[in-house]
């Protein structure tokens, strides 16, 4: 059974799309729309921008969803999923590709939720680290310990067995990393990210997101959309709702989505959007499965 996944944050590059837009017009058609509904040509800093101008929040997760979305779209034919799942903002890429929303209602609410993060991570500036090499046990016993009232680490990004993202407060993360190295991590070190996402400082971005999804229409999608906060296969446009909501301040649980989607039959994942990011995770979590991009 074919399963189709889409990337979040930090797979962007320059040049990401160029070559759908020269060579189809669909492609091309809904990068203008995107320019248009956004009020400034993001396909300029996508094709021929700097690394720093992709780096922006209202520029970064906009250009994922739309790489994303567009090579879904123009797959045509042979977008075919028994279910989807995407990574973080990857989500709403996969409710759009999987028809659960419109493609210009998706861009909305993901430009409503890059500018809702950018505005909390303002707020209260925090981090994210990646740890490599210790159960996920540990390293949520340790986030316990060294949180504190107003310095918070919690464990953000299940992605892969022995490796899992940690985020919160600065003074939380750094204290976090010093254990976690000594409890054995082969890696315990900050990301360059604007703040602390899917951690409780996201709660005003969740709050403001709130509003947007529910002003937005959402269908029942054409398959079944595994969700990042419980790793469980949703149809209701309700329940869809209520957990893409609940996402910006929850932890995204990346393997266990893919392992329920291997059990519910899925032994073939094609990563649409940029990098390969997705298609590394799978294969350290079941090798006996397919895991490429778009050919």
């Known amino acids: 059974m074919k399963a189709f996944v889409f990337p979040g944050q930090g797979s962007q590059f320059v040049g990401m799309g160029k070559d759908l837009y020269e060579s189809n017009e669909t492609a091309k058609n809904l990068f203008e729309k995107a320019n248009e509904i956004l009020g400034f040509r993001i396909t300029d800093i996508m094709f021929d921008g700097t690394d720093e ?3 922006e929040t209202k520029v970064t997760q906009p250009a994922v969803f739309l790489h994303s979305v567009i090579s879904a779209i123009c797959l045509g034919d042979e977008f ?8 973080s903002l990857g ?7 999987a028809g659960a929303v419109s493609f210009e209602d998706g861009l909305k609410l993901v430009y409503a939720r890059a500018m809702a993060m950018q505005k909390a991570c303002e707020a ?5 680290a990646a740890v490599i090499g210790l159960s996920d046990e540990v390293i949520e016993q340790t986030c316990a310990e060294v949180s504190t009232e107003g310095n918070v680490v919690v464990a953000a990004n299940y992605n892969c067995p022995g490796q899992l993202v940690i985020s919160g407060n600065m003074d939380a993360i750094n204290a976090a990393c010093e254990k976690l190295k000594a409890a054995g991590a082969k890696r315990a070190l900050p990301l360059k990210v604007g703040g602390a996402f899917h951690s409780p400082l996201m709660q005003p971005a969740k709050e403001e997101l709130e509003k947007a999804i529910q002003a937005t229409t959402f269908s029942a999608p054409l398959c079944p959309v595994y969700q990042n906060v419980d790793g469980l296969p949703h149809t209701d446009p309700s329940e869809i709702k209520v957990n893409l909501i609940a996402q910006l301040t929850s932890s995204v649980r990346w393997t266990s989505s893919v392992q ?6 899925a032994d073939d994942f094609t990563e649409c959007g940029p990098g390969k990011a997705l298609q590394g995770m799978i294969g350290r979590i079941d090798k006996t499965v397919a895991a490429h991009g778009i050919a």
């Open 260 to 265: 329920n989607m291997i059990k519910d039959g």
């Open 53 to 55: 101008q992709l780096k």
């Open 124 to 128: 209260a500036p925090g981090t994210m």
């Open 80 to 87: 075919k999923p028994a279910m989807v799942a995407g990574h």
């Open 91 to 97: 989500e709403l890429s996969a409710l759009v590709a």
